[in-house]
């Protein structure tokens, strides 16, 4: 499954709303934001939110849960491929971290939210690393290292623990292995 962009995700039930908002890359309030229910299987209702500048073409996608749960830290241990197939929904709110590979994603003010498998966390982390790497200043053995760690655990040949920390209880890991744990404020937004 690609990142979220409507039709595969699930069935659509309604349009809720259209508003134009400002725009973070050419600050003109022409970015025009449709928002959509959607009935996810295995996850749920979900409220999809996507747009484009009508000036710039900026692209904005989120999604929440409809039904908002109480701020939580969701912990899967992935160890095999039904694992690396469990949905994740990522609200733009939330972190993803995976600790014995050194990854985190965090929010910003660029951060944008998605539904896509745990192996399709890993695809962006991957995305995310070669991006990084094709700066000239870029540590060319430690990005080679870490690339083969990722592709690596998307293969399923090794073992890792994904981490959604969700400061606004709308993301989810849809999987029967998750453990929840509470989220303490402190917890949000710490350093890495
Ligand atoms: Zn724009």
Known sequence: MPGASGAEIGERLAKLGEMAVRCPSCGREELVL??????V??????????????????????????????????????????DLNAL????????????????????GPASQGFITTVEGVLARFLEALHVACSS???????CKRKEAEIVE??????SFTLVLE??????????SKVV?????????????
Request: glycine share 10%.
């Open 34 to 39: 449709e928002d959509y229910l959607y009935d």
């Open 166 to 175: 969700d400061p606004e209880g709308v993301s989810t890991v849809a999987s």
């Open 180 to 192: 929840e744990e509470p989220l303490k404020t402190e917890d949000v937004g710490r350093g890495g």
């Open 88 to 107: 994740v929904v990522r609200a733009s709110s939330s972190s993803i971290l995976i600790p014995e590979l050194g990854l985190e994603m965090k929010p």
């Open 41 to 82: 299987p295995h996850v749920g209702r979900v409220i999809l939110t996507s747009g484009r500048c009508r000036h710039c073409g900026y692209k904005f996608n989120d999604i929440r849960l409809a039904e908002a749960r109480h701020p939580r830290r969701l912990v899967l241990r992935v160890e095999g491929p039904d």
């Open 153 to 158: 655990a998307m293969r399923g040949r090794r």
């Open 136 to 142: 000239p200043d870029a540590d060319r053995e430690a």
